[in-house]
């Protein structure tokens, strides 16, 4: 795909037929998109753990989710800094870390079953 913009000239110049500059997309290695996708999906994962053990106050997994979650993002940052077109896999990946890691890692809370014998609510 290829975008076209006018290059500016000055007022003199501008009754002239205009002049366009092309600009295309970056190339992108699939690799590097879906270790750039991984690596975010894991971010967030390892930031919902991290996040868990602040709220229970456990000193020692809460600095040690945090070093992993810094070492996979820099990755992701990295990748997607050299080239801008990596920002949509980052998102993707962030989402499926997030929407994954509240799915499977934190079902939420279990429920008594109601004992025998007592009426519904």
Do not use: C
């Not at 795909?1 to 002049?19: I, N, T």
């Not at 809460?62 to 992701?76: N, P, Q, R, V």
Request: no cysteine.
């Amino acid at each position: 795909m290829v975008f076209a913009f006018p290059r500016h000239e000055p007022a003199s110049r501008r009754g002239r037929h205009e002049e366009k500059t092309a600009m295309s997309l970056p190339e992108i290695d699939p690799f590097i998109a879906l270790a750039v996708m991984g690596a975010t999906a894991a971010t967030d994962a390892v930031y919902v753990m991290f996040t868990n053990a602040v709220v229970r106050r456990h000193r020692l997994p809460a600095a040690t989710w945090s070093s992993i979650w810094y070492l996979l993002s820099s990755f992701a940052v990295i990748n997607y800094t050299h080239h801008w077109a990596y920002v949509v896999f980052a998102a993707a990946g962030s989402f499926i870390g997030a929407f994954a890691s509240i799915s499977f890692l934190h079902p939420g809370p279990a429920y008594p079953t109601q004992p025998p014998g007592s009426s519904p609510l």
